[in-house]
């Protein structure tokens, strides 16, 4: 039986030589040493995951080797259970970014590798344990073999590497019977793989030859040239105008790697919504790995694999890619590199892009940063000369950037009898558009049909039962949902505060607005894209090709519909309302609007027809809407950069944000001024050679005070250098433990200020 093939060793006596450092995935900021097991020495390696016992009990807990020594601990030590993984899960490389992960982001590392190892990878799904065989090299044929024994090795010599056993039974025609005789007689020796499971062709791609490039394109393929061929750390931000063919580049510098053997590793914001970006990658190199959130552990963990053999030269994902196990990176691209969802919102609350040009110091490899609206923290990078700054200011085929107009909607005559969401100048490029043969995309952030139900007469809200948010209205469903938590309840039809009245439903989310439009325009096909409408994996990039077909004339939707996407008959780009951001108490709003203008009027005007934008807003003046209408980033930039550096954000100084919540508000406050005041301590006490101080601000009800049931209370902490804010936090945190049902959390370089 092959069963028999799997003899466990025999646990030994003796007292262990080797000791492995693990780490756990817990909120402990140290290793912890075990001895090794003689038996278990050959297959412990840093980068394995172990089990070994922990605490009381024995059952033992899963922990990640991150050292291994010969030096014998003073005190006596327990030994490891087992060694759970056959080949290491992280290089050496990457052991060394999430160490300096979890230094930064002040979480435990084993909490960092833990979020890093997908799961795929670390069950192996995807894979299965075969059992090979090979012959022991440099032993003679020793006479008195039956026939069969005979056959059997000669066939392994033959083949001269593993054959698994099942089918080298098959070759020879022979029983288990014969494997195991020649096994005992230490003629051949068992090897254990684990062999994909078949997987499916990959999705459909591009193909694509390589384009001419334009003069623009190929002075910044020329200059990252001499980085790519002689490698070492070099970080570039490539600042390309919408349509300027970015994408191109980073297929010509990855070119330049993969010839030289190397692999390249892209990071996109968010997969599923980039699946032409995607698509064109594969068209290009043919042997692509994508790692996303949609897929299933077992494909992920093929994915993973294929990249850890150096199968896939080139990995495209999102966020976590940045962990992808390559054997030889050769270069990093992030393409939107001021997009927010790079950062995490959980633990580690790490922002992929830092990490990835902290990888790609680490191994030594050039990353290059694009985007058409760059943060101004890689901005101000570049500025500084810590980036080389390449430009493409303009698109290609000398297409002008479309034409953005403003819609001032305190001016705008408001008429009874049809909706108000649509200007009338919008509604009439709208028409002329269609007519035309053109398509129109429409951005309305906001899902839901009503996003404020009230009552007229007491003016009650009708607000989750768990969050300080109003409830927005889905008509479809019929129900009032909370778009944080999710919790639902059913519209009521009278108010129920004061019953007095009826209730009523207002404010446009993107489900009215595609109401209003079918109504609108009965003989165009409208689709609508959002999350609600999105949920099913595939089908964005389903709606996207039938939009590309022409299959659909008018296109609405949340922001998910200004990312990157090259679309040549699209006339018409409107933007229903530009203000939805710009008054959220953070600090980038100013920032994030005009990112979302600038995206999402670039899909406009990419083809040979031309385009336009229309953009309405009660805002006109404001510098993110008037800039981002007049394409002038570096104008934005240099007017925001001022206003940060005057009001001490980012990119001057870094911040540090600590959030305590607690379903009990007062103990939640008092332990927020209990930490904060421990800060403030600290800070008066730090040595005055520090070259730079620490401010804390607060501490202060979060802006959203209740979500999901808890009281959130935060600070801040802020300072010109990282070193020294890091040090306040290493000697306050750690002395602060909450009191029970009280959670503190602290998000280094925060992007979610709510
Ligand atoms: P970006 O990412 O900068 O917005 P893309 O890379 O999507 O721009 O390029 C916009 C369009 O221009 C794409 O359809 C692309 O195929 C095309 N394009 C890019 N470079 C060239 C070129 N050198 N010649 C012709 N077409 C190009
Ligand atoms: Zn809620």
């Known amino acids: 039986m092959q069963q028999d093939l799997f003899v466990a060793p025999q646990p030994t006596t003796e007292a262990p030589t080797l000791f492995a450092e693990v780490v756990f995935d817990r909120p402990l900021d140290h290793a912890f040493t075990y001895g090794v097991p003689t038996d278990l020495a050959p297959l412990v390696a840093v ?12 059952r033992g807990i899963v922990g990640f080797c991150v050292g291994v020594t010969t030096t014998v601990p003073e005190r006596k030590v327990k030994p490891i259970l087992e060694v759970l993984d056959d080949d290491a899960l992280l290089t050496d490389p990457l052991l060394r970014l999430t160490r300096w992960m979890a230094d930064y982001y002040l979480c435990a590392w084993g909490q960092v590798l833990n979020a890093v190892v997908p799961a795929g990878a670390r069950q192996q799904a995807g894979s299965i344990r075969r059992v090979f065989v090979e012959p022991v090299p440099d032993i003679e044929m020793p006479p008195k073999l039956s026939p069969r024994q005979t056959a059997a090795l000669v066939a392994l010599r033959e083949v001269g590497k593993p054959v698994e056993v099942r089918l080298l039974l098959r070759k020879v025609g022979c029983g288990a019977g014969i494997v195991k005789a020649l096994l005992e007689r230490g003629l051949i020796r068992r090897v254990v793989r684990r062999v994909d499971r078949e997987t499916q062709a990959p999705d459909d791609c591009e193909i694509t030859g390589p384009l001419t490039l334009n003069d623009e394109q190929a002075h910044v393929v020329e200059t990252l040239r001499p980085a790519l061929h002689r490698g070492g750390f070099k970080p ?37 919504l980039t699946p032409q970006t995607v698509r064109r990658f594969a068209g290009r190199f043919g042997d692509v790995a994508v790692l996303h959130s949609h897929l299933g552990d077992a494909e992920r963990g093929v994915h993973w694999r294929r990249v850890q053999t150096g199968q896939a030269r080139v990995v495209v994902g999102a966020r976590s890619a940045v962990f992808a196990p390559t054997r030889e990176l050769g270069l990093i691209v992030i393409d939107e590199e001021h997009e927010t969802s790079f950062k995490q919102d959980s633990t580690p609350r790490y922002q992929g892009r830092d990490v990835a040009v902290m990888r ?52 705008m005559p408001v008429r009874r009898g049809r909706p108000s969401a649509l200007s009338d100048p919008l509604l009439e490029s709208m028409r002329k558009a269609l ?23 007491c003016g009650h809200v009708e607000s989750c039962r768990f969050c300080d948010l109003a409830l927005t209205y889905h008509k479809q469903r019929d129900t009032m949902v909370c778009h944080y938590c ?25 489900e009215k607005l595609e109401a209003e439009l079918q109504e609108l325009f009965p003989a165009q096909v409208v689709r609508r894209m959002d999350s609600d409408t999105m949920r099913k994996p595939g089908s964005h990039a389903r709606t996207l090709a039938a939009f590309r077909r022409g299959e659909i004339h008018i296109l609405l939707g949340t922001q998910m519909i200004a990312k990157g996407l090259d679309f040549p008959n699209v006339t018409l780009v409107g933007v229903i309302n530009a203000d939805m951001g710009l008054h959220i108490p953070d600090f ?20 040979p027809r031309g385009g336009c934008v229309y953009v309405q807003t009660f805002n006109p003046e404001h510098p993110a809407i008037r800039l981002a209408a007049t394409h ?106 909450p009191p029970k049902d009280i959670e503190v959390s602290l998000d280094v370089d925060p992007f979610n200020m709510m």
């Open 47 to 58: 980068g394995k995951r172990l089990k070994v016992p922990f605490g009381r009990g024995d």
């Open 360 to 411: 790609a110091r680490i191994e030594d490899v050039p990353i290059v940063l694009g985007s058409a609206t760059p943060s101004l923290e890689s901005w101000h990078n570049a500025q500084r000369g810590a980036y080389t700054l390449l430009s493409l200011p303009r698109r290609v085929a000398s297409r002008p950037l479309p034409p953005v107009r403003l819609l001032d909607m305190r001016h």
């Open 588 to 607: 980038r709003s100013g920032e994030r609007t005009f990112q979302l203008l600038s995206q999402v009027s670039g899909r406009a005007g990419r083809g």
């Open 486 to 510: 999710s919790f639902e309840q059913e519209p009521a039809q009278n108010c129920p505060a004061c019953g007095r009245s009826a209730i009523r439903y207002q404010g446009l989310g993107t």
């Open 435 to 457: 007519s035309q043969g053109g398509q129109v995309m429409l951005l309305l952030n906001r899902r839901g049909f009503a996003t404020h139900v009230h009552c007229p007469a």
């Open 632 to 737: 002038d980033y570096a104008l934005f930039v240099a007017e925001e950069l001022e206003h940060r550096r005057e009001h001490a954000y980012p990119p001057y100084q870094r911040l540090a944000r600590i959030i305590v919540r607690g379903m009990d508000e007062e103990a939640a406050r008092q332990f927020s001024e209990t930490l904060a005041n421990a800060f403030t301590e600290t800070i008066a006490r730090f040595p005055l050679t520090e070259p730079a101080a620490v401010r804390l601000l607060g501490p202060a009800e979060t802006p959203v005070f209740r979500l999901q049931g808890y009281y959130r209370f935060h600070f801040q902490l802020q300072s010109p250098s990282p070193a020294t804010l890091h040090k306040v936090l290493r000697l306050v945190m750690p002395m602060h433990t």
């Open 236 to 272: 570039f931000l490539l600042y390309g105008v919408t349509g300027s063919g970015k994408t191109e580049v980073y297929l010509r510098a990855i070119e330049e790697v993969v010839a030289r053997g190397k692999q390249a590793l892209v990071l996109v914001p968010e997969i599923s």
